[in-house]
């Protein structure tokens, strides 16, 4: 069973609408991110969460929010999808030894 | 400001070679490096850390070197697999900042 689980797995929506990407973890960690991956852009961090309580901006975080739910589930959403949101989006989870372990992706595409 | 870049984008071995992926940092202050694995369509997958008190570690097939002098980072797979045909990619850790800096990735293909 995947430690690190993402709904859904792909995506194709049109511009202007909410999309909401979830990430759930069985891990334990109190860590969690949202990255996205883009061809020649390596992966980027949006939003980082240390625990329930905690929520931080990462580099790219305009146009997108977040939400911790519990320590296993951290949300990511765009309130109005637009077309270079279009990208492979990660999520990943970490202990307090730094190392972080990404799930499977969610492949969203705005039209 | 902080980067974290590989040499090359991309890296072709014959199947059962050694293969070697460079990784170049940029800030002395980081005290962990990680190297990931990425296959198509699929997250990155941890392969082996290394903190920055040691030069050399070693996993199954896999060895990292870290070179603090120069700031350089490699990653050896020795007897490469076809399964070794992925993306490989280095992230920087910074101490308390809890934060990765990833480079770009190299694609290896292994060929038959």
């Known amino acids: 069973d995947a430690d690190v689980t993402q709904t859904p797995r792909n995506r194709i929506t049109k511009t202007g609408k909410r999309i909401m990407l979830e990430c759930s973890q069985t891990k334990g960690h109190d860590r969690m991110y949202w990255y996205r991956q883009d061809p020649g852009l390596g992966l980027r961090l949006i939003y980082y969460s240390f625990d329930v309580k905690d929520i931080n901006k990462g580099e790219i975080s305009d146009g997108y929010s977040v939400s911790r739910q519990a320590q296993a589930k951290f949300s990511l959403s765009l309130e109005s999808a637009i077309p270079n949101q279009t990208a492979l989006y990660f999520c990943a989870t970490s202990d307090f030894l730094h190392t972080q372990y990404f799930g499977p992706g969610t492949r969203l595409t705005v039209l | 400001g902080e980067s974290v870049g590989l040499h090359l984008p991309t890296l072709s071995v014959q199947e059962g070679d050694n293969s070697i992926i460079n990784c170049a940092y940029s800030?002395?202050?980081?005290?962990?490096f990680i190297w990931y694995k990425q296959e198509s369509g699929k997250g990155p997958q941890f392969i082996i850390d290394i903190r920055s008190n040691m030069d050399k570690r070693q996993g199954q097939r896999v060895t990292v070197l870290l070179n603090k002098t120069v700031k350089h980072l490699s990653l050896q797979i020795a007897a490469t697999q076809p399964g070794d045909s992925a993306v490989y990619f280095c992230?920087?850790?910074?101490?308390?900042?809890?934060?990765?800096?990833f480079g770009q990735g190299t694609r290896l293909t292994i060929n038959p």
């Open positions: 800030n002395s202050a980081s005290d962990y």
């Open positions: 992230a920087e850790g910074i101490q308390g900042a809890q934060k990765l800096v």
